[in-house]
Each structure stands twice: as C-alpha cells, then as structure tokens.
C-alpha cells in the first residue's frame, strides 16, 4: 500500500485518486501517524457489503441473552426532583 504524507497527497489529489481508483489503497498519514486510507468506490461497497453479511442479525443477538433465570441486582437510584 502506497503511503502519502498529508501535504503531498492534498498536493497530488489527483494522482492519489488515480491510484486508488486502478485497485490499490492509498494510506494518507498525519504528523507521521496513519490517519485514512483512500480506496475505490468499488473497494469500500465491496467491504460494506462484507461487513453486512457478517454482522449478526437481530434474532442471533437475542438469543445471545442468557437465560439462567437468576435474579439480578438492580441499582438503587434516586428519583427525579418534583421541581416543575
């Protein structure tokens, strides 16, 4: 992956996009730390749809609940003032 200092790729956007766009990511780096990484539109709906498909459904999440029937400490809050 080619890695861009942050004044040289807002110097060379053109050629960053360029890049990207032809399949490889570009990392952009802030003040020497990596801060972005520019890809396709392509790339970035290939990986969202990635993400999608494996994040858990709300049926799996549920059933991810336990079920010991154990009671459960409740905190004790004070309540809300009557000051209207």
């Known amino acids: 992956m080619a890695e861009w200092a942050l004044q040289d790729a807002?110097?060379?956007?053109?050629?960053?996009v360029n890049a990207a766009l032809a399949g490889e990511a570009q990392r952009v780096t802030r003040r020497g730390r990596p801060a972005v990484v520019?890809?396709?539109?392509e790339e970035y709906?290939?990986?969202?749809r990635m993400e999608k498909s494996n994040a858990p459904s709300?049926?799996?999440?549920l059933l991810e609940i336990p079920q010991d029937d154990q009671e459960f400490g409740r905190l004790s809050l004070p309540g809300r003032s009557q000051d209207f």
Do not use: D, I, Q, Y
Not at 10 to 16: D, T, V
């Open 58 to 61: 709300l049926g799996e999440l």
């Open 10 to 16: 807002k110097n060379k956007f053109s050629a960053l």
């Open 38 to 41: 520019v890809v396709s539109e």
């Open 45 to 48: 709906e290939r990986l969202r």
